[in-house]
Every structure is written in structure tokens, then in C-alpha cells.
């Protein structure tokens, strides 16, 4: 096990009704709120005059920034940091997804910066101030509710990049599983998806003598396996739809990395993919995962052997480690499709025309992942097994 250190300031409150304490979470941060949410959604369920009413209720002066991207664009960025500057915002208030925030914390960072927010994603500059923001959750996926990590999508570039500081976790996070209940069943799905390929990257590691880490992740694992499918038959099973919200923010809240060393190269790849396609996150990692984890599994087989024996249950008698690697991973793909996930790429209505360039985009920076390194010629072989 590696040294660390973890920091986790979001105050997480959670369960039926919680929406109620808004007004009293966000009064200590300010008079000037932005409310920022996606296509309309919280109006519909009527979450949005709960929170125009909690707002009111403590006097605080509202701006909007609707129609934020499933993949959170860049000039939606830029109208939020337009907004915040032109009505001395101080607090932002996303309502929604994953995507919704991470907009938010781009936005946060965004108006406290003379340059482009951009600039955040790139590397050419760092994050070194921010307005505070919270959130109220509507979707079990990305657990950006309690960290301080965004991904932005330069449209115009057609490229997908990440952001991340201390600075832009949110002050506090409401999370009411019942918000959940009116989900669609396909982001249901990807969210189901989002959430177990954040466990896998954090999961399939080299570091040894992490059993304390490894439990943590098989039982996330577990529990959206369990509760999924409850969900997905009946959206508005509270227990299911619980479990799978607190399963969300667990997974990349900062809880299951403390002392590993970590891969994410299936998510770079995938954004090089969504980035030029638009997909939903969700749907790319559902296709392209069950393949990096055949590509890469040698690599390290026993790690691949203990998943498929405690989190899909693989009996190993008789079977070479190999043959139970292998069996957990089908068991993988199994569980995608079985929930309704994509298994290829050709599903989506993408050929191999751009592999080239993804597979460039993807190690632009260099070779991605720890548990194998991947050059462009692993990346663009993943991807035409993905095809």
C-alpha cells in the first residue's frame, strides 16, 4: 500500500424529503445564487419550484443557465462565467447530473479567472480560486457530487477533457433518492455503467497488499449489480434507487483509491470516442471496458481471477486462471447487455473512420493507464475490438 492523504469537505446529506434544507445549506454562501440545470427535466417532476421555493424562502436573488449538455459543453461554460460576472454571482446551485455540476465547478473556477476555463482542461493553467457551489443529485452516475473533478467537451475541437481542484467541491450535496424515480431507463443504465467503471479503474491496479481497498470496491461492485436491475424494472424502488445513488458517490468520492495506484485509461479513451461522437459517457464505457479488460488482463491475471470469483461469483474449480479471468469478464459484458447497455460501437452508428485520430487524441500526452500502458497502437486495437 502506498502512502496518501484524502480530503473530502462535502457535507452529503441524504434521504426522502431532503430537498427541504436547501434554503438553510445555501444561506451562508451568499445573496446572488446561479441556477444551473440541463433540458428541462426538474421542471417536469416539479423539483425546480422546490427550489425556487427554498430559495425564496431565504431571499436570495436567482439567475439561470439552462440547457446543459448531457456532455457538458465549453460555450455553456462560457455563458455560465458571463452570467456570474455580469451579476456579481456568489454561489452556484446545479440541479441535476453529473453533467450539470461538472459545468458548474468549470463555471465556478471559470469566473474567478481572467483567461479562458479551457485553460483548466489543458493544463495551461491552474485552478487557484472559485466560487462556492452545492448541488442537488437527480442522477446515480458520475459521483461528481462529492468531488472536485469535471470533464468539459470542446465542441468546436471536437475534444474531451478533465479539470480538477480541492477548490471546486461542492459546499454540500442534497441527495433524495426519490428525485431519481422519473430517470429514463437508458440513463439509468449508463449511470449504472458510469458507476462500476469508475470502481474498475481504481480497482484494477499493480498495488499489492490493498485488501481493505479491495473489498471496498468489490462491495460497491456488488451492491449495483444487486440493486440495478430492481431499479431499472422499477424506477421507483426506493431501496434499489437508494443504494444505487449512495453507490455512485461512494465510487469516486475518494474512498476506494487511498493508497493505489490507479489506471483511467478506458475513460480517456472513451472521451476521444464521445468527444467526436456525442455518445453518452455511459454507453462508450458499457462497449469499450469488457475490451481493455481482455486486452490488458494478463498483465496481472490474479487481480482479474479475484473479481471474477467474489464479485460475479465465477466457480474456479477445474478452470484455469485464465479460463476464471476470462469468465468474469463475459460475465461483465453479460451483465451490460442483460441491463440493456451497448456492446459495440457499430450500435451506435460509429465505423472505423476517426480510430486513428481518437487513438492519437487519446495519448496526446503520452502512454495512458498504469495496469498496462497503452501507446496509440493499443488504444486504436481496443477500439477495433470495440467496433
Not at 52 to 66: A, C, F, K, N
Not at 235 to 260: H, K, M, Q
Not at 349 to 372: H, P, W
Amino acid at each position: 500500500m502506498n502512502n496518501f492523504e484524502l480530503y473530502n469537505p462535502t457535507k452529503l446529506v441524504f434521504g426522502k424529503g431532503t430537498v427541504g434544507r436547501l434554503g438553510e445549506l445555501v444561506k451562508p454562501f451568499g445573496t446572488r445564487v446561479l441556477l444551473v440545470y440541463g433540458g428541462g427535466s426538474i421542471k417536469r417532476t416539479g423539483l425546480y419550484d422546490q427550489v425556487l421555493s427554498q430559495l425564496s424562502g431565504i431571499g436570495v436573488t436567482v439567475r439561470e443557465l439552462s440547457g446543459i449538455e448531457p456532455n457538458p459543453r465549453l460555450s455553456s461554460v462560457h455563458k455560465g462565467v458571463e452570467i456570474c460576472r455580469k451579476e456579481n454571482i456568489d454561489f452556484i446551485l446545479p440541479v441535476g447530473g453529473g453533467s450539470v455540476i461538472d459545468a458548474a465547478k468549470a463555471i465556478a473556477a471559470g469566473a474567478k479567472y481572467d483567461g479562458d476555463a479551457w485553460d483548466f482542461c489543458t493544463g495551461k493553467a491552474q485552478i487557484e480560486d472559485a466560487l462556492p457551489l452545492g448541488t442537488v443529485l437527480t442522477l446515480a452516475a458520475t459521483g461528481s457530487e462529492m468531488n472536485g473533478n469535471a470533464v468539459i467537451s470542446n465542441w468546436e475541437e471536437k475534444l474531451k477533457r478533465g479539470l480538477g481542484s480541492k477548490l471546486v467541491y461542492p459546499k454540500f450535496s442534497i441527495l433524495d433518492p426519490e428525485l431519481t424515480f422519473t430517470v429514463p431507463r437508458d440513463q439509468t443504465v449508463n449511470g449504472i455503467v458510469d458507476i462500476m467503471s469508475h470502481v474498475f479503474e481504481q480497482y484494477f491496479s499493480r498495488t499489492t497488499d490493498i485488501p481493505l481497498q479491495e473489498r471496498f470496491a468489490e462491495s460497491v461492485l456488488q451492491t449495483v449489480i444487486e440493486n440495478g436491475e430492481k431499479a431499472i424494472e422499477n424506477g421507483s424502488d426506493y431501496e434499489a434507487r437508494a443504494n444505487l445513488l449512495l453507490s455512485g458517490t461512494y465510487a469516486l468520492n475518494g474512498t476506494l483509491p487511498n493508497g493505489v495506484v490507479t489506471d483511467w485509461a478506458t475513460h480517456g479513451i472513451e472521451h476521444e470516442v464521445s468527444a467526436i461522437y456525442d455518445i453518452p459517457h455511459g454507453a462508450g464505457l458499457a462497449i469499450i471496458f469488457p475490451n481493455w479488460m481482455k486486452y490488458v488482463y494478463q498483465e496481472r491475471v490474479e487481480r482479474f481471477v479475484q473479481y471474477a470469483v467474489r464479485v460475479w461469483n465465477v466457480d474456479p474449480a477445474g478452470k484455469s486462471d485464465d479460463e476464471i479471468a476470462l469468465a468474469g469478464i463475459q460475465a461483465t459484458r453479460d451483465y451490460f447487455t442483460r441491463i440493456g447497455a451497448p456492446a459495440t460501437l457499430g450500435e451506435l452508428n460509429i465505423g472505423g473512420d476517426q480510430l486513428d485520430r481518437m487513438a492519437e487524441e487519446a495519448v496526446r500526452y503520452g502512454a495512458i493507464g498504469s495496469f498496462k500502458k497503452l501507446e496509440k497502437a493499443d488504444v486504436k486495437r481496443i477500439l477495433e475490438l470495440s467496433l
